[in-house]
């Protein structure tokens, strides 16, 4: 068991909404198996606590809970819900509850030596049946006549030793509204990684145990935090000049994407008149290979002008200044579908189409996104009529839609490369195109400040997902 492991927990929780640091640089820094928890009411004690406490049953882990204001049936009730089975770990003492009077009062007041015995039992007996022990428990009873803040810091700059290198994990709570700030100072100190509002944080301020009680320890405290300070600041303007440098790259990039898309266009034209012409002044004198040959050829310009029309289409995207109004999808797909109205009955296509929402957008950019994923709908449809449903779902200021077709599917091992420009998975022979529409799609939702994926299986049809701003947020504002 690792805090990597344990902090995974809260990444895959649906009920932690906040922000984990990454584990990239762990190297330098402590990583022993010790975590705070720093809140201010219930909700936000049990948004980390609770994806905690079930990642350990779900992995078949001991795990003991120390009850302290809320009841025993109070957490239980916190605890229900997600894939692990809570009752189940109660019945069977995978999952066991504790008062401070067993564990950090057991010999009627706190004390170090008590307490860590405490764990180390559970530790021992854990491994005996067990892949790791897990513990959760709140410190609010530091507050009280029977423990003093030494004793407890002791105790706590200890424990690290004690976990280190055993399969153990545990999880302090501290109540920032009744904890003094000067015991929040040292209890940050005593912990290698802490969570506070809603932010996983790897501590840089944490005091290694053999170094928290040496009388020198202030200074190195001074020391510590001013590098820390330093070095924060010194990757703090390297951040900003990585970004300012890759802002203004990209720029560079767009300009050129477009510029030359532009300007490629006019030779084109050309190419392809000019081999029109010499079709059509000399084709009695050509045989059929060389009227074959100037085919491929028109064919092939044509092709290079759609991907180029797709640059350009692409590259507008993040040029376009358009005011973001309401923009009512109900005409919006009205307006593709009768674009699309020849495909549609030369398919015998089905297309249903709910009640849409307005959102805020770009009209123009949001006609090219269902025009893109209507077509495609149609193109790989295989061998039956195409059937094809257009929903939204309100969620809160955002609107998730969905189209979906019956059509050949994706392998899922091409599933995440479909969004990549130029990416395609069939031959201009089977399909015509440029492999520049999907990602156009993404493009055009990554403007609107959404998010777009696909639920796809081979010969079982494709769902494309979007997410848009509901019309109301652009009207509040």
């Keep these: 068991m690792t805090v ?67 009841s025993r049936s109070t957490v239980l009730d916190e605890l229900r819900g997600g894939d692990a089975d809570v009752d189940a770990a109660v019945d069977s003492g995978q999952l066991t509850f504790h008062s401070l009077e067993e564990t950090y009062l ?145 720029e560079r990039l767009k300009r050129f994407a477009y510029v030359a898309s532009h300007d490629l266009q006019e030779p084109l034209r050309m190419i392809s008149s000019y081999l029109q012409l010499l079709e059509s002044r000399y084709g009695d004198d050509l045989d059929g290979d060389a009227r074959e040959y100037i085919d491929f050829a028109v064919d092939g310009s044509d092709r290079m002008r759609e991907m180029i029309d797709g640059l350009l289409a692409y590259s507008r995207i993040d040029t376009d200044e358009s005011d973001v109004e309401p923009v009512d999808c109900n005409a919006v797909v009205d307006d593709v579908l009768t674009d699309l109205h020849v495909r549609i009955d030369e398919t015998d296509a089905e297309i249903t189409v709910d009640s849409l929402p307005a959102v805020a957008g770009n009209v123009h950019q949001l006609e090219q996104l269902f025009f893109n994923l209507l077509s495609n709908a149609i193109k790989y449809s295989g061998d039956e ?38 990416n395609r998975l069939h031959s201009n022979d089977e399909f015509p195109g440029t492999g520049i529409g999907l990602s156009l799609c993404r493009k055009i939702v990554a403007h609107h400040d959404g998010d777009i994926w696909v639920d796809s299986e081979s010969d079982e049809g494709t769902t494309f997902y979007f997410t848009l701003p509901s019309a109301t947020s652009v009207q509040s504002n």
């Design 4 to 70: 990597e492991s344990g902090l995974e927990a809260l990444r895959e929780s649906p009920e932690f909404h906040g922000t984990i640091e990454p584990f990239d640089d762990l190297e330098e820094l402590e990583t022993c198996e010790h975590i705070a928890l720093f809140y201010r009411d219930r909700d936000e004690r049990f948004e980390t606590v609770t994806p905690f406490i079930r990642q350990g049953i779900e992995r078949g882990e001991r795990v003991m809970y120390v009850i302290d204001e809320f």
């Design 106 to 250: 057991r010999s009627g007041r706190f004390d170090p030596d008590d307490m860590l015995e405490v764990y180390a039992d559970a530790i021992e007996d854990a491994n005996e049946s067990y892949p790791g022990l897990r513990v959760t428990a709140s410190t609010n009873f530091v507050l009280d006549e029977n423990a003093t803040l030494e004793e407890f810091m002791a105790y706590e700059s200890r424990v690290n030793d004690l976990f280190r290198g055993e399969n153990c994990i545990a999880l302090c709570h501290y109540d920032c509204e009744r904890i003094p700030p000067e015991t929040l100072i040292d209890v940050i100190r005593t912990h290698p990684h802490i969570v506070y509002e809603g932010t996983v944080c790897h501590n840089f301020y944490y005091t290694p145990p053999e170094e928290f009680f040496e009388p020198d320890e202030p200074m190195r405290d001074v020391e510590r935090m001013l590098n820390t300070l330093a070095d924060r600041s010194r990757a703090r303007a390297d951040l900003d000049e990585t970004v300012s440098q890759l802002e203004a790259s990209n």
């Design 385 to 422: 009529p195409p059937q094809i449903e257009v929903g939204c779902e309100r969620r809160g200021d955002r609107c998730l839609f969905a189209v979906a077709d019956r059509g050949i599917g994706i392998e899922p091992e091409y599933v995440d490369g479909i969004f990549d420009v130029f």
